[in-house]
């Protein structure tokens, strides 16, 4: 049997409510996940760092030494059993925690992971036809706070029909001209333009100001 590997989840990324509920804590760096394997006598402890990198590690419980002999072609059926289950366990989180990417930048995931982690928000793709544009809103009165849309550079002034990701967001409307002024930031695109700004997710705006800007939309959705 092939041994699974973290390139078998190419294409792919982590659905961080789908990791929590599978049973993935936080740890230092990124999410840890331990199940025992052969009734006991093994722990697999899988990690998946910030950047969605996958590593395993398989120690006998008992001793607390690593085993590696399921991670070769070795044969014999014990460990061919050990390697059996680790493939289960592994194919099993690939099947319930992971999805296709559907964004290109690693901002928008970001977002993402930011107003689960702020506020239990999840992200609502509503047009089928538009399979890579998503919404979050509040709980309490179910207003739009933010908007991830996929658009061609040329909605945003720009003489390229290059497709980017943004971030529509509320802003004060007083505040938004001076904004504006100095781009990086742009008139929301698709929203009404006094109460909305866009922001590409393309690193030209750091993450933690957009990360501030998200709690400002979140704030003035409320009114």
């Given at each position: 049997m092939e041994i699974f590997k973290a390139s078998n989840l190419e294409n792919k990324r982590y659905n961080l409510t789908k990791l929590l509920e599978y049973g993935f804590k936080a740890v230092t760096n990124g999410y840890e996940y331990?199940?025992?394997l052969m009734n006991g006598d093994f722990v697999l402890t899988v990690n998946i760092d910030t950047e969605?990198?996958?590593?395993?590690?398989?120690?006998?419980?008992?001793?607390?030494?690593?085993?590696?002999?399921h991670l070769t072609y070795s044969e014999g059926s014990f460990v061919g059993r050990i390697r059996d289950?680790?493939?289960?366990?592994?194919?099993d989180i690939a099947e319930n925690c992971y999805e296709m990417e559907i964004?290109?930048?690693?901002?928008?995931?970001?977002?993402?992971?930011?107003?689960?982690?702020?506020?239990?928000?999840?992200?609502?793709?509503?047009?089928e036809k538009f399979p890579d544009n998503a919404i979050?809103?509040?709980?309490?009165?179910?207003?739009?706070?933010l908007a991830i849309l996929?658009?061609?550079?040329?909605?945003?002034?720009?003489?390229?029909?290059?497709?980017?990701?943004?971030?529509?967001?509320?802003?004060?409307?007083?505040?938004?001209?001076?904004?504006?002024?100095?781009?990086?930031?742009?008139p929301g695109y698709h929203m009404n333009k006094k109460?909305?700004?866009?922001?590409?997710?393309?690193?030209?705006?750091?993450?933690?100001?957009?990360?501030?800007?998200?709690d400002e939309s979140y704030i003035l959705a409320k009114k």
């Open positions: 331990k199940v025992e969605g990198k996958l590593s395993t590690e398989t120690t006998e419980k008992d001793t607390g030494d690593l085993y590696t002999l289950e680790y493939n289960s366990v592994l194919k964004f290109k930048y690693e901002y928008s995931y970001k977002v993402i992971d930011y107003i689960k982690a702020k506020y239990n928000d999840d992200v609502e793709y509503l047009w979050a809103r509040r709980k309490d009165n179910k207003k739009w706070y996929t658009v061609g550079k040329d909605k945003l002034g720009f003489d390229s029909k290059e497709n980017v990701e943004v971030i529509d967001l509320r802003a004060k409307p007083e505040e938004i001209q001076s904004m504006i002024k100095d781009f990086p930031i742009y109460h909305w700004i866009s922001i590409m997710l393309d690193g030209s705006v750091g993450i933690n100001e957009i990360f501030q800007r998200i």
